[in-house]
């Protein structure tokens, strides 16, 4: 079925580095995807989002690629720090397939262990 | 402004048991979503409900399970008849409004241990 997939499952990255988490999707259809931060004991928290008519999203450290040709999804974390060492997961969602509330299908997730 | 509160944050049970989790959406937010998120993998889609209204519940199990929004009061996900492959983290989320943007805010979670 369709689904949502990560390459890595972990990543360890040393402080001030760069860190790169990336997804792959298998729904052609999926036009939505969010990345989700996940601590320990915690709910997912959002961190970035992109939309199929978009190539590249920037936010505060994040920066979200999306590459359509090869449904894949990277985020990248600049300068990365020991407290975004969390749990990383790409979600995606068919806006324009009806479903346009919260119904999103996660990807397994990433560990990022940040090293002071 | 609190967050998304569901509780309680553990859940312990025996096979055959009831399990009842309680979710309350954030002030002013009248969409729930429920998740399953077993050990290392994903979280899974279970239900969406509206104020007294199931809206898709296409990611719920057919028997045993079931999911509640009253008019009055937290969102219930109730589970009958507990099995130990119930155990689970389950995760509420809310939302002010049916069209998905980065507003879907999540609670803190359910663990649910099956003896």
């Known amino acids: 079925g369709e689904s949502v997939g990560l390459h890595l499952p972990t990543l360890s990255v040393q402080e001030g580095d760069n860190s790169i988490i990336n997804c792959a999707y298998s729904?052609?259809?999926?036009?939505?995807f969010i990345w989700y931060k996940q601590e320990s004991g915690k709910g997912p928290q959002f961190i970035i989002d992109?939309?199929?008519?978009?190539d590249k999203r920037q936010g505060q450290r994040v920066t979200v690629l999306l590459n359509k040709t090869v449904k894949h999804l990277s985020l990248q974390i600049a300068a990365t720090q020991p407290g975004d060492s969390a749990v990383y997961f790409c979600a995606e969602n068919m806006v324009g397939g009806g479903t346009s509330y919260g119904k999103l299908t996660f990807g397994q997730g990433t560990i990022l262990t940040v090293h002071p | 402004n609190a967050g998304v509160m569901q509780n309680p944050r553990h859940l312990v049970r025996r096979r055959g048991q009831e399990a009842r989790l309680r979710c309350s959406p954030m002030?002013?937010?009248?969409?729930v979503y429920w998740y399953r998120q077993l050990p290392e993998e994903g979280l899974k889609f279970m239900v969406y409900?509206?104020?007294?209204?199931?809206?898709?519940e296409s990611g719920m199990p057919k028997e045993r399970f079931s999911a509640e929004f009253p008019k009055e009061g937290p969102s219930i996900l109730r589970i009958q008849q507990v099995v130990r492959g119930d155990s689970a983290a389950y995760f509420c989320?809310?939302?002010?409004?049916?069209?998905?943007?980065?507003?879907?805010?999540f609670g803190s979670g359910t663990q649910l241990s099956v003896l």
């Open positions: 989320a809310s939302s002010p409004n049916r069209v998905l943007n980065e507003k879907l805010f």
């Open positions: 992109i939309r199929s008519n978009m």
């Open positions: 002030k002013g937010h009248s969409h």
């Open positions: 729904n052609s259809a999926s036009d939505y």
């Open positions: 409900l509206q104020k007294e209204n199931i809206i898709d």
